[in-house]
C-alpha cells in the first residue's frame, strides 16, 4: 500500500509559477507510474500528467503542455509538478495518484489506485 501527500498549492496571480510535490511512503514506490489530475468545483476530475516508474515517459493534458512539467525524484519517494505561466482557468484542486496496472503514466483515471487528499491551486486574474 502507498500513502500520497501533496503539498505546494496556493494563491498565485495569472503568470505566475507553482511547484506541487506528490510524497509517497512506501519502499515500492519507485514501481509506480504517478498521475496529476485537478477538479474545479461542479466538473469532472481531469487528467493533468503523468511520469513513468523511471521517469522515461511523460504525458500530459494538451490544456498545460508547454507549461507544466512533471519529473520524479525516487531517492526522495517524491513526483514534482513545475506550473509555469498559470491561468485563471488552470485553478483547481490538484491530486496525485498511483498508477499501478503497468507503472508508464497512464491518461486514463480509471488506472490509478491510491489517491492523496490534494492541494489546492488558485489563480487569480
Known amino acids: 500500500q502507498v500513502q500520497l501527500v501533496e503539498s505546494g498549492g496556493g494563491l498565485v496571480q495569472a503568470g505566475g509559477s507553482l511547484r506541487l510535490s506528490c510524497a509517497a511512503s512506501g519502499r515500492t514506490f519507485s514501481r509506480y507510474g504517478i498521475g496529476w489530475f485537478r477538479q474545479a468545483p461542479g466538473t469532472e476530475r481531469e487528467f493533468v500528467a503523468a511520469i513513468s516508474w523511471n521517469g522515461g515517459m511523460r504525458n500530459y493534458a494538451d490544456s498545460v503542455k508547454g507549461r507544466f512539467t512533471i519529473s520524479r525524484d525516487n531517492s526522495k519517494n517524491t513526483v514534482y509538478l513545475q506550473m509555469d505561466s498559470l491561468k485563471p482557468e488552470d485553478t483547481a484542486f490538484y491530486y496525485c495518484?498511483?498508477?499501478?496496472?503497468?507503472?508508464?503514466?497512464?491518461?486514463?483515471?480509471?488506472?490509478?489506485?491510491?489517491w492523496g487528499q490534494g492541494t489546492q491551486v488558485t489563480v487569480s486574474s
Open positions: 495518484a498511483t498508477d499501478g496496472a503497468y507503472g508508464l503514466g497512464s491518461v486514463r483515471i480509471g488506472d490509478y489506485d491510491y
